[in-house]
């Protein structure tokens, strides 16, 4: 989770050369920043950024800037991520795979990674799974460590 008061303190001090986009994991938008930062463009436009990202509430600015997750609880134990972008699919049981466990498409036939045939108790099954605290993506929850970024979940 990223602070917004850092962001906005990089904004306001190094915005001109770009930190604060580096922080937030935007390097496209960083490098541009640091390449005309000789024109002062860079460093109006991250001070408006900086006292923007001080107005916007935490989750507000976890959406908008951090990826679109945002993170609630109050201990690492009790952290849950979600993704704003995805709330009507949360309301869905998504569907992976057995072998591999990667999230399929609705109506998929063959799992378009290890390329297994799907069965339909597969596919209408109700799999457990639990969401990754690096990545923020859904992982089977038999999994040792997240297929996607390596992160181990137990």
């Not at 962001?7 to 922080?23: N, S």
């Not at 937030?24 to 408006?48: D, E, H, N, R, S």
């Not at 609880?73 to 591999?100: A, H, I």
């Not at 399929?104 to 457990?128: M, T, Y």
Request: hydrophobic share 35%.
């Amino acid at each position: 989770m990223k602070s917004k008061v850092v962001a906005a303190l990089l904004a306001i001090f190094l915005g001109g050369l770009g930190a604060h986009k580096f922080y937030l994991g935007k390097i496209g938008q960083g490098f541009l920043y640091l390449i005309f930062c000789w024109t002062w463009i860079p460093g109006v436009v991250a001070l408006i950024e900086g006292i923007i990202y001080l107005c916007c509430s935490d989750e507000e600015f976890q959406v908008k800037y951090c990826g679109g997750r945002t993170v609630y609880g109050s201990s690492p134990d009790q952290t849950q991520f979600y993704s704003t972008k995805s709330e009507k699919m949360e309301k869905e049981q998504p569907t992976f795979c057995v072998n591999c466990g990667r999230k399929l498409d609705k109506g998929s036939q063959f799992c378009p990674n290890c390329g297994s045939k799907l069965i339909a108790e597969q596919s209408e099954s109700n799999i457990q799974t639990i969401v990754c605290p690096n990545c923020g993506k859904s992982v089977l929850s038999e999994f040792s460590s997240c297929p996607y970024c390596n992160t181990r979940l137990k």
